[in-house]
């Protein structure tokens, strides 16, 4: 599932290409989108948001509450359901700019506005 | 006698000069005297870009005839040059690759404990756990693979991330309690001396531990492996 998601950090350089700071990186707000990985599809600095491919996790892990033989806590591992996939995607999109206005989102999230000292006068969008 | 005849033409409609005729012809113009031709006999090269000015003999073979490099498989796919459609795939080369890869270490199997700092709303950011630092040559693809064997106090606070030149490129799903095996990958253009990084992100208020797993001696079982395709 792709979504949109509002992005913080600074911008150090936008051309030839978008260069972040490594002490305050080009990131996706610090937003807890759940039990699911993603990978950047699209950097869009003029609108501060990214695109990202989100994939939810496909195993569920649960503690046992003994050791097994060879000492490590014994775990059950099992594939997610349908339903369980897709309430993990629709959780994760409810963090989008679809859903939620980027002004919600970065007051839900804590994170500052993107610092971006080219914005306006410079454009830049990334495709990955 | 060619004079008399002459004399008794109208000869003002030829009108060519003796560059417009073939050097080594000649002709004869209303003024006397005979005259000679300049323009020069001239040809393509497969050796150059030029095309001069003058008379081209041609070649019934076209230019492929000329010039043998012009064929179908010197010519990228889908673009035609002088009426040849290329069938030309770009393939990568050894020498088109550049490797580097974290240090990679044997040794007994086990466990070390990071702290990784609670969560911090308004400021924090994600702990560096492994990076990469190379020099690119300009306008490379870089490719980076991040492969962590770690598990995690509790299994819904922390994430791995992957960082390319200070943009986030990846996160992964919560790390788990046991020890699981995690890969991101990512690519980005980049040039000169760049940073690739792997981080863990906290997203529970509280802190939380981190266990990268580890050989005995202490170094890290994980792998941080870039390369770079390079234009050519």
């Given at each position: 599932m792709r979504m949109k998601v509002p992005i913080t950090g600074t911008v150090?350089?936008?051309?030839?290409r978008v260069v972040g700071d490594p002490d305050d990186p080009i990131r996706m707000i610090k937003m807890n989108l759940g039990d699911v990985s993603w990978k950047l599809i699209n950097l869009d600095l003029d609108n501060e948001e990214m695109e990202i491919e989100v994939t939810p996790t496909p195993h569920v892990t649960r503690a046992l509450g003994y050791d097994d033989e060879h000492g490590f806590p014994a775990v059950e591992v099992r594939t997610k359901t349908g339903p369980e996939l897709q309430t993990a995607l629709e959780y994760a999109r409810s963090f989008s700019t679809e859903v939620k206005t980027k002004a919600e989102l970065y007051a839900l999230s804590g994170s500052p506005r993107l610092k971006n000292?080219?914005?306006?006068?410079k454009s830049a969008t990334e495709k990955i | 006698m060619s004079c008399t005849v002459l004399s008794t033409l109208?000869?003002?409609?030829?009108?060519?000069?003796v560059e417009e005729v073939l050097d080594g012809k000649f002709f004869f113009s209303v003024e006397e005297p005979i005259k000679e031709g300049t323009m020069p006999t001239v040809a393509v090269a497969p050796g150059s870009d030029a095309y001069p000015a003058g008379y081209h003999v041609g070649n019934?073979?076209?230019l492929p005839a000329i010039?043998?490099?012009?064929a179908a498989g010197n010519i990228k796919d889908g673009v035609t040059i002088f009426g040849t459609l290329g069938t030309f795939i770009n393939t990568l080369n050894d020498e088109d690759l550049g490797i580097q890869y974290s240090t990679i270490h044997t040794g007994t199997f086990s466990t070390i404990y990071r702290r990784v700092t609670g969560y911090d709303i308004a400021g924090s950011t994600a702990v560096t756990v492994n990076e990469k630092t190379a020099t690119y040559e300009t306008n490379a693809l870089v490719l980076a693979i991040s492969v962590f064997v770690c598990s995690a106090e509790d299994a819904s606070s922390l994430k791995l991330q992957l960082h390319m030149d200070g943009v986030q490129i990846a996160e992964s799903g919560f790390i788990s309690t046991t020890t699981t095996r995690y890969t991101l990958t990512g690519s980005r253009s980049m040039s000169g001396s760049k940073v690739v990084e792997t981080k863990v992100e906290n997203y529970n208020v509280a802190a939380r531990w981190f266990a990268p797993c580890a050989y005995a001696n202490g170094d890290n079982f994980d792998v941080l492996a870039v390369g770079a395709v390079y234009p050519s």
């Open positions: 150090l350089e936008i051309t030839p000292k080219f914005k306006g006068t | 109208d000869l003002s409609p030829a009108d060519a000069a019934v073979g076209g010039d043998a490099d012009l």
